[in-house]
C-alpha cells in the first residue's frame, strides 16, 4: 500500500464523518453528470439529423428548425453546445418540446403528482405487506408459510400489467367496487397502487425472509433465547434489524421499478401521469420529452441511493472508516 | 501486487465434494415440461395447431372457448389458442436474442475490466453504474424513441438495457479467476496473452451465466411483453402476448379469455424459467459456496 493512501485514510479517520459523507454526495453527483452526458451522447449518436431527431413527428418548417438550431446551439462547437446544455439543466430549463408546443419542465410537472402519488401509495402498500408476510412466516415451516412463497414466486413471475388487468377483471368489471379507469381520488388509485406494489412485496418478501432466517441462527439470537426472551421480541428486537440492512440496499432498485412499472400501471387503468406523458413521446419522437423523463428518474435513483448510502453510515460506523 | 485494492466480491472457495445427482428432481418436471412445449411452438407452432393466426372471422368474433376454439376468439374472430401458440415465436425468440446480446457483450466488458489497468476498469465500473441508474424499461423506452417501434429495435433495448447486470458478475468473476492458482501457474509458463484469456480465463469466469440467462430471459421476456403491451413491439397483426394482452384489455368485461390465454402463456414461462434458474443456482452454489 502506497504512502499516499494511508495518509488519505487517516486524514479520513480523523474527519470521521466529514469525508465519507463529501464522497457520497461528490459521487452521487458525479453519476448524475454521467447520465446527464449519456442522454446527451444517445442525443448526438441518434441516426439522422439531430435538428430531424428533435422534431419527431412534429410539424417540420423552416421556422422551427431555426428556433432548434438556436436553442441547441447546433451551429456552434460540439463543446460549446454539451456546455451550453448542462449549463441549462443546472437552471433546471428541460427545453422545449416541439410536438406539444410547451416547455418540458411545464409538461412534466402538470404530470407528475399522479405518478408520485401512485408511486408512494403502491411503495407503502407493498412494504406494508411484505414486513406483515414475512414476520409472519420467518422461521416456521407451515402450510401457510408454503402458500406465501409460492404466491411471491408467482408476483414476481408475473408481468405487472397483467396483474393489473386481473384487478380490473375481477374488482371492476365484475364485482364493480372500483371505477375502471381515470383518475377520481383515491378510489381509483388503490386497484393500480396494489398492482405495482404487489411487485414490490413479492421480492422485498423474499429478501425480509432470507434476513429474518440467517438472523435467527445467529449466535446472538441463541444467546438472547437463552435469556429467556420471546421468540416474538426475539424477532422484533432482535432479528428485524438485521433483516432490514439487505432490504434497505434495495430501495435505490424500487425507484426504478417504481417509476418504470408506473408508466405500464398507468397504461392499464388509464391514468394521466408521467407514463402517458412519456409513452406519447416515445411513440410521437418526442425526444426532448423521453431525455427528461430519463434524467428525472436517473435523479431520483441517484437521491434515494445517496440517502440510504448516508443512511448507512449512520446505522453501520464500521463504514466510516472503511475506504 | 499494488495495482489490485479490491476486496474479492466472492470468496474463495474450500474445495467441497462435488454433491452430484443424477436424474430430473420431480419438482422440475412440470416447469421442464411447459419449456419443451413452448420451446416447440417457437421453433415449429404448426405441430401444436394446423390454425392460421390471423385468418379473421368477424361472425364468431369473440366466442368463449368451445370445441372449435379451445381457447375462444378474439375479437376479430380469430383463434386465440392459434395465437397463442404462434406468439411464443416472438416473445421467446425477443427474450433469448436480447439475452444472448447482453451476455455477449456483458462478457466482453466485464473481461476486459477485469483485466484492465486499473484506469480503465475504474472507467468501465462508473460506465455500468450509470448505465444501472435508469429503471430498465425507460433505457428500453429512450433506445425506442431514437430507433422506432419493431422486433429489432425491442431486443436492442431490452439487450442494452440488461447489459450492466452481465458486465459486473463476470468483472467480479474475472478478479477471483486472475488471482487464481492456475492462471499464475499459466502466466509462469509464459503463455501469450490472448492465450492465457481465451483458454483459461474466459471458460472459468463463464460459470454464473447460464444461472443469471435463464432469469434474466423470464426478465426479458416480462419487458418484452411489457414494451409490446404498449404498442413499442412487433405491430399488429403479427399475434405476440404482450400486445394479445393489450387488445384484450378492451374487451376485458365480455371476453376475459381474450387475456386469460395469453396471460397465462407468460407467467407460466416466467415462471417455469425462475424455477430452472434457481436449481441451476443451487447447484452452481453448491460447488462454489
Known amino acids: 500500500m502506497s504512502t499516499l493512501q494511508l495518509t488519505r485514510r487517516r486524514g479520513l479517520a480523523a474527519a470521521g464523518w466529514l469525508g465519507p459523507v463529501v464522497r457520497r454526495l461528490g459521487s452521487g453527483l458525479a453519476v448524475l453528470w454521467a447520465a446527464a452526458t449519456a442522454a446527451y451522447v444517445a442525443l448526438l449518436f441518434a441516426p439522422g439529423d439531430t435538428v430531424d431527431v428533435l422534431i419527431g413527428d412534429g410539424l417540420d418548417t423552416p421556422e422551427r428548425r431555426a428556433q432548434i438550431i438556436a436553442e441547441w446551439g447546433l451551429d456552434r462547437s460540439a463543446l460549446e453546445q454539451y456546455g451550453d446544455y448542462l ?111 404487489l411487485q414490490i412485496s413479492g421480492v422485498l418478501g423474499q429478501v425480509l425472509r432470507e434476513g ?20 416474538w421480541r426475539l424477532v422484533i428486537r432482535h432479528a428485524l434489524r438485521h433483516a432490514l440492512l439487505p432490504a434497505v440496499t434495495l430501495l435505490g432498485w424500487f425507484t426504478g421499478v417504481l417509476l418504470g412499472g408506473a408508466i405500464i400501471i398507468e397504461a392499464v387503468f388509464g391514468r394521466p401521469g408521467l407514463g402517458q406523458v412519456t409513452v406519447s413521446a416515445v411513440t410521437g419522437k418526442d425526444m426532448p420529452v423521453v431525455m427528461a423523463v430519463v434524467l428525472l428518474s436517473a435523479l431520483a435513483y441517484v437521491t434515494v441511493s445517496t440517502i440510504v448510502d448516508l443512511a448507512y453510515l449512520a446505522i453501520d460506523p464500521r463504514l466510516r472508516r472503511s475506504r | 501486487m499494488t495495482t489490485v485494492t479490491e476486496a474479492p466480491q466472492i470468496a474463495p472457495s474450500a474445495p467441497t465434494p462435488p454433491r452430484r445427482r443424477y436424474g430430473v428432481p420431480p419438482g422440475l418436471i412440470p416447469p421442464l415440461l411447459f419449456l419443451i412445449v413452448a420451446a416447440v411452438a417457437a421453433t415449429a407452432p404448426r405441430l401444436l395447431t394446423g390454425v392460421d393466426p390471423l ?28 395465437r397463442v401458440v404462434h406468439g411464443a415465436g416472438h416473445s421467446l425468440s425477443i427474450g433469448a436474442a436480447a439475452i444472448l446480446l447482453a451476455t455477449g457483450i456483458g462478457t466482453l466488458l466485464g473481461i476486459v475490466a477485469g483485466l484492465s489497468p486499473r484506469y480503465l476498469d475504474e472507467l468501465l465500473s462508473r460506465l455500468f453504474d450509470v448505465l444501472a441508474t435508469f429503471p430498465e424499461l425507460l433505457l428500453a423506452l429512450m433506445v425506442i424513441a431514437i430507433t422506432g417501434p419493431g422486433t429489432g429495435n425491442v431486443i436492442l433495448a431490452i439487450g442494452v438495457a440488461q447489459i450492466p447486470n452481465y458486465a459486473r458478475v463476470i468483472r467480479a468473476q474475472t478478479f477471483v479467476v486472475r488471482r487464481s492458482g492456475y492462471v499464475e501457474q499459466a502466466v509462469t509458463f509464459g503463455l501469450s496473452r490472448p492465450v492465457l484469456v481465451l483458454r483459461h480465463v474466459l471458460p472459468n469466469v463463464l460459470g454464473p451465466l447460464p444461472v443469471l440467462a435463464t432469469i434474466g430471459m423470464g426478465t426479458a421476456i416480462i419487458a418484452t411483453s411489457g414494451l409490446s403491451f404498449l404498442g413499442m413491439g412487433p405491430q399488429p397483426p403479427s399475434p405476440e402476448w404482450g400486445s394479445m394482452l393489450s387488445e384484450a384489455r378492451n374487451y376485458l368485461r365480455v371476453a376475459p379469455w381474450t387475456a386469460l390465454f395469453p396471460g397465462l402463456a407468460v407467467t407460466l414461462t416466467v415462471i417455469s424459467l425462475t424455477l430452472v434458474g434457481r436449481r441451476l443456482q443451487r447447484r452452481f452454489e453448491g460447488r462454489n459456496p
Open chain 1, 87 to 197: 449549463a441549462r439543466l443546472l437552471r433546471g430549463d428541460l427545453g422545449h418540446s416541439y410536438i406539444l408546443q410547451r416547455g418540458v419542465g411545464d409538461v412534466l410537472s402538470s404530470q407528475i403528482w399522479p405518478t408520485v402519488s401512485l408511486a408512494l401509495t403502491a411503495a407503502v402498500f407493498g412494504v406494508v405487506l411484505a414486513l406483515v408476510l414475512a414476520l409472519a412466516t420467518a422461521g416456521r415451516r407451515s402450510r401457510f408459510g408454503d402458500l406465501v412463497g409460492l404466491s411471491e414466486l408467482v408476483v414476481v413471475s408475473v408481468p405487472p400489467f397483467l396483474i393489473g388487468i386481473l384487478l380490473l377483471a375481477v374488482f371492476s368489471f365484475t364485482l364493480g367496487w372500483f371505477p375502471v379507469s381515470g383518475d377520481r381520488g383515491f378510489v381509483s388509485l388503490v386497484l393500480p397502487a396494489v398492482a405495482l406494489g
Open chain 1, 212 to 231: 429474518l432466517e440467517r438472523a435467527l441462527e445467529e449466535p446472538f439470537a441463541v444467546t438472547a433465547r437463552s435469556r429467556g426472551i420471546t421468540e
Open chain 2, 55 to 82: 385468418a379473421a372471422d368477424p361472425l364468431h368474433a369473440l366466442a368463449g372457448p368451445s370445441a372449435g376454439h379451445w381457447f375462444g376468439t378474439d375479437h376479430l374472430g380469430r383463434d386465440v389458442l392459434a
